[in-house]
DNA sequence: GTCTATACTGTGATAGAC
DNA sequence: GTCTATCACAGTATAGAC
């Protein structure tokens, strides 16, 4: 929210070709920041891969400082925004440890999805001067609130094993699943694979062995998983 | 191995002045890295946190790169050769599982020990030029066969859940493993209470249900769990 | 072995044409 | 809206004093 622009940028929300070539920009500055880091990223390579000129991106960007801050908040927030949309469309009787379980897979599929965003932010966090961070680091938050809140539900059901600090097996999982950027790759092996292996890995984890109840989560197949237990049930 | 150093560098691994000094340059080095990415990394700021001037950090490496490579390199290897180590000290008749659950207590506490080379190694892998990411990806590799290895071992044993995919499950172990190094802190809660966390999570997350061996490796109690799965058999 | 002084290169940013 | 031309500055690397 509030993205402090410049005083020109054209009609944001618009689908104009002015709205279009600031998509791109954006795009391609995820793109560079992702391999290059934030003092690596050189606008004159921004341009190139955008296919514009240096400086026509300040017509859309009031500094290269601007840019970069909206790739990294881009990369947090539409994450964000997916996860708990997803976890919202679960029907109202999810168990704890089900919603854990849709997180990881929305998460991954997501991430996975909008690599170089997500590789931005991921890489970026702690090499960004102070003030981005600042501000980084509050949206990084609001994502964290939402995996704390999963977390501490299914303590409350009795759903995690005792043995487990709640911040510790929160931040384990986040990097089990962030780190999957650095070496997943689409063709080294299937996505599904990736998500029933993160699946299993993370209940087993962090639930008490066993106690399947019918149907609810069978073992997972092989492809077909996508939404069986996020959306399956909303109808039910 | 087979550090290309310049033409002079001193007497190597020797504990003359000069050794120590080129030691506190690697350190610095690796203090900056970490922080500023490897673009970010000017040769000023490592003589500044070295308390030496810019110009004589040629005097012991031969430029920017080989300095920077050094560091990643260090990151990596020192952790490598660690891990090993402890693996090598455990009793024999250690079951594959228990080693894991060794491997990742030894990965943790050193990794979050010498966290600048760590997270410098970790941050800018995917940032650093092609050269110096090809000879990287080797040292890597050898890090990764040790766990490959631990996992091939814990699936022929059985002990490893059906349902993980081996690849999957090793790079999303050492993904939650080597994330550590962006979220803790030694001022935020215990190091023993993490470990403890990790190791329960890998431990549930890759293997079949409970089946727990008499006195082998209890649920851990608090801070004393140390070497407790690791050494302890030293004598046995 | 370490420092002072300096040459050289590359990049962020702006002014102003089209 | 986008490009050409240009400025100012930062940072690597080296030569050579001590």
């Not at 949206?139 to 911040?167: S, V």
């Amino acid at each position: 929210m509030s993205r402090k622009s410049a005083g020109k940028p054209p009609t944001e929300t618009s689908d104009s070709k002015s709205a279009r070539t600031r998509e791109r920009i954006l795009d391609a500055a995820a793109h560079v920041l992702s391999r290059r880091g934030y003092a690596g990223t050189r606008l004159s390579d921004v341009a190139d891969q955008a296919q514009i000129q240096a400086p026509a991106i300040y017509y859309y960007f009031s500094s290269r400082e601007v840019l970069i801050e909206e790739v990294m908040w881009v990369g947090v927030a539409r994450l964000r925004e997916h996860v708990a949309e997803a976890l919202d469309a679960l029907p109202a009787d999810t168990t704890p440890m089900e919603r854990i379980d849709a997180a990881v897979e929305e998460h991954l599929r997501y991430q996975l999805a909008i690599s170089d965003f997500a590789t931005a932010a991921i890489r970026n966090a702690g090499q960004v001067p102070e003030d981005i961070r600042t501000r980084q680091l509050s949206e990084e938050g609001k994502y964290g609130d939402i995996w704390r809140a999963l977390i501490q539900d299914a303590q409350k059901a009795g759903e995690l094993r005792a043995d487990l600090e709640p911040r510790a097996a929160r931040m384990l999982v986040l990097g089990a699943l962030n780190w999957t950027t650095e070496w997943w790759n689409p063709r080294q092996g299937s996505l599904d694979v990736v998500v029933r292996t993160a699946r299993s890995l993370v209940r087993n984890g962090l639930g008490a062995p066993a106690v399947q109840e019918e149907g609810a989560t069978p073992p997972s197949g092989t492809s077909r998983t996508r939404r069986a237990a996020t959306t399956t049930g909303r109808t039910a």
